[in-house]
């Protein structure tokens, strides 16, 4: 039997609105490209040689996120606080870190004061110009950058003011196990209310008028339904004509299109390194410089942020590199990314690359940028970005409607949340339309 609906993407928005759907007795069919549902949500285990499951996209529960807790709590998957101590390192020396930005106040209280928005770049050139400003300048960009994997000449000053004012986001626990209980507690759910997950198919042409839509996939297969929800991510909405990535319609929604080009979505290198033991808890022969309890180290290194687990043992140190610094690196191999890895923790560490790379047990480095289904790692506001995710998201003759973290307005930007909350306002408006006739 036909499905009513097709929808494109298995990650947290299209799984979300496949299982309410479903549950509201529509017949779905999901394509999604990947040989896995989950999206952004990648969750690597012992198969990538990782002694514990391990976050190769999504990692934290960044504040309230309500849906988010809703659906874990009724998964029975419980999260826990991350722990440790935090330390910066500047010009090789480590300190245990006052705060993430110590010049928030200032910056705060004068964004405070903003009455229009502009980027990020243009406020501090403007607000806070001069060499005794350099630091505060130096610390708010790479905060931006690094945390919202934004490019400062284009994120909204007054974005950042509502998150740097807190949403709550300074507490980040983790779901134990990971965010791939999530996933699979959506899979048992959908699946057990009738929805079809089509795994390895990657869209390749949307044909469509009004009440009928032809999806054609890489490997010559069609799919046709009177309605499709799309959500695939940002990335692959602003991917040029002809470059990976690019999912042609026809005829084309130049207006969405143009929306999506207007929103930010920042690259993500995540680089997974899992040590025999937590050599950096001590001061050894080979280990120049301990950070014991490390939780957090953010610096001046190639490679400038790194976690642990904490408070689980398992002996893993998570690198990234957002932003514009992940754009400069998107033509680096695999290889040579490892390197680079290598080298900043040598330095943070006081150690030798050789000595890292002796006692490296597993690795795998995610660039989220290069990868043709996501060509990014998650949005952050532009100015106006609320106008433009509306455009985004206005709903086509009743028959095409998108969802996805990249279209979300409100305070959880960029997150699984986001996408969860759109994949349930989608499926919202889809009921709100008249059921096929079988
Ligand atoms: C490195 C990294 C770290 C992150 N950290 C966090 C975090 O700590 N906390 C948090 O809340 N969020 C985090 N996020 C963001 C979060 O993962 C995303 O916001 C969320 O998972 C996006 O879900 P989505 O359904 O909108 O998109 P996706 O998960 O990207 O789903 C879209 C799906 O569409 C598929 N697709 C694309 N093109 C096609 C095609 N042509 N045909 C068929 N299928 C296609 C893709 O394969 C994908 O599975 C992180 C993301 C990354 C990359």
């Known amino acids: 039997m036909s499905p009513d609906i097709l929808i494109i993407g298995a990650g947290a928005a299209g799984l979300l609105a496949a299982r309410n759907l479903a ?113 505060l300048r130096r610390q708010a960009t790479a905060f931006a950058e690094g945390y919202d994997a934004a490019d400062a000449r284009r994120v909204s000053a007054f974005a950042l003011r509502e998150e ?62 009177p309605q499709l929800l799309l959500t695939v991510p940002l990335g692959v909405w602003q991917a040029p004509e002809g470059r990976p990535g690019y999912l042609p319609l026809h005829p084309d929604l ?85 390197t680079e890895a290598l080298d900043s923790l040598a330095y943070l560490l006081q150690t030798t690359p050789a000595y890292l790379r002796q006692h490296l047990q597993a690795h795998q480095i995610l660039n989220w940028g290069t990868d043709p289904l996501a060509l990014g790692a998650y949005s952050y506001p532009t100015i106006c970005a609320a106008e433009f995710r509306a455009t985004l998201s206005a709903p086509v003759a009743d028959t095409l409607f998108v969802a996805g973290e990249g279209v979300y307005s409100g305070p959880y930007t960029g997150t699984v949340e986001a996408a969860l909350v759109t994949g349930a306002a989608a499926a919202r408006r889809i009921l709100q339309t008249p059921a096929p006739i079988s």
């Open 164 to 225: 740097w004012s807190g949403n709550g986001a300074e507490d980040s626990p983790r779901p134990e196990g990971g965010y791939a209980g999530l996933v699979q507690g959506l899979m048992r759910e959908l699946e057990a209310a009738g929805a079809h997950l089509m795994l390895g198919t990657q869209v390749t042409l949307i044909e469509w008028q009004p009440g009928q839509v032809t999806v054609r996939s890489q490997d010559g297969r069609v799919f046709q339904a």
């Open 254 to 338: 130049p207006g969405h299109r143009a929306a999506a080009q207007a929103l930010g979505f920042g690259p993500v290198i995540k680089y997974l390194l899992e040590f025999e033991e937590p050599i950096w808890e001590q001061v050894s022969a080979d280990i120049g410089q301990a950070m014991p309890e490390l939780g957090f180290l953010f610096s001046d290194a190639a490679v400038p942020t790194w976690w642990s687990q904490q408070p689980s043992s398992q002996s893993l140190l998570t690198g990234w590199v957002a932003g514009p610094a992940a754009a400069h690196r998107q033509h680096l191999t695999p290889s040579e990314l490892l």
């Open 23 to 135: 549950q509201a007795g529509r017949r779905v069919t999901i394509l999604e490209a990947r040989p896995r549902p989950g999206g952004r949500i990648y969750s690597l285990g012992p198969e990538a040689g990782f002694s514990a499951p391990t976050e190769a996209g999504a990692e934290f529960l960044h504040g309230d996120v309500p849906l988010t807790r809703e659906l874990l709590q009724a998964y029975g998957i419980p999260w826990h606080d991350t722990a440790g101590t935090t330390y910066e390192v500047s010009q090789g020396h480590a300190r245990k870190a006052e705060a993430f930005l110590e010049e928030m106040p200032l910056l705060l209280s004068t964004l405070q004061q903003l009455s229009n928005d502009m980027p990020l770049a243009n406020f501090l050139t403007e607000y806070f110009p001069g060499a005794e400003y350099a630091a």
